[in-house]
């Protein structure tokens, strides 16, 4: 039955594909579904949570792919659940995860979809619209249906596996990963940083640090009060904009 529902939650995260970037394959999601599934969401949602913190700030520039976070959050977070451990053993298993799934992804890119696309240049140069859109209906569904498919046996055949390998996992080695736990999010928010970082934005930053350090607002409230400066700020932005062309048009 589990294998079921990890089947079910991949084919859902790798439906993005048909439905446009909803973000409901990223970990967080991932593994909030893999607790519910496996009956522990408290923990799930953590594990997931802490996977998220890692991959936040990785993203696709120009021909570099980066780690397939989809498979990392999904078997990561089973793995860990299935094995009893916590979010320290669920990141040491989906890095190597999420690497292990751009591998398999890569090789449907180069040896699948290449023959579809020709394909869809041929129907193309027939004027076959709908040809060209059927392959393109097609590439998707067969990497959906690939890496689904990679994800469940992936489950089937590595839990038990992986419960048996913590069983020998010496405690310094999984004191180091809890250390390692608490040093990778601020690498994925570090770059997260680097790409959204602005002069306009800084300020808000630090802010929101104060706010945190200083005053120990919650991040709901936090979350809240950004909202709102999101908001009022648009709202001046769209303001100003709608005078700058009232006076363009009086003159």
Same mark, same amino acid.
């Given at each position: 039955?589990?294998?079921? +529902?990890? @089947?079910?939650?991949?084919? $859902? ?12 394959? &990223?970990? !967080? ?25 890692? /991959?936040?700030?990785?993203?696709? *520039? ?8 989809? @498979?990392?959050?999904?078997?990561? =977070? @089973? ?30 890119? !180069?040896? *699948? &979809?290449? @023959?579809? #696309?020709?394909?869809?240049? #041929? ?23 690939? %890496? ?6 992936? $489950? ?24 390692? =736990?608490? +040093? ?6 570090? +770059?997260?940083?680097? %790409? ?7 300020? $808000? /930053? ?13 991040? %709901? ?29 009086? /003159?």
């Amino acid at each position: 039955m589990d294998i079921l +529902l990890i @089947a079910i939650i991949a084919f $859902f995260g790798y439906c993005e594909y048909f439905l446009g970037t909803q973000m409901i394959q &990223r970990p !967080i999601v991932m593994g909030t579904l893999v607790g519910l599934a496996l009956g522990d969401l408290q923990k799930g949602l953590i594990i997931g949570a802490s996977i998220e913190l890692v /991959f936040m700030g990785v993203a696709s *520039i120009g021909a570099a792919i980066p780690p397939e976070v989809t @498979a990392g959050g999904i078997l990561g =977070t @089973a793995f860990a659940i299935k094995s009893g451990s916590g979010p320290a053993v669920a990141l040491a298993l989906a890095l190597p995860i999420a690497t292990v799934g751009l591998l398999a992804k890569n090789c449907i890119y !180069i040896l *699948i &979809r290449p @023959a579809l #696309a020709h394909k869809a240049d #041929a129907y193309a140069e027939e004027g076959n619209a709908r040809g060209v859109e059927m392959m393109h209906y097609l590439s998707t569904f067969v990497f959906v249906t690939i %890496m689904t498919l990679i994800v469940t046996l992936s $489950f089937g055949l590595g839990s038990g596996v992986v419960k048996s390998f913590l069983t020998y996992v010496p405690k310094v080695i999984t004191d180091g990963l809890t250390i390692a =736990t608490g +040093l990778l999010p601020a690498v994925g928010f570090a +770059l997260l940083a680097r %790409m959204v970082m602005s002069r306009k934005v800084v300020p $808000f /930053f630090f802010l929101g640090f104060i706010i945190a350090a200083y005053l120990k607002v919650p991040v %709901m409230g936090i979350a809240a009060l950004g909202a709102i400066a999101a908001l009022i700020i648009v709202g001046n932005e769209n303001k100003v904009s709608k005078e700058v062309v009232q006076d363009d048009n009086e /003159f």
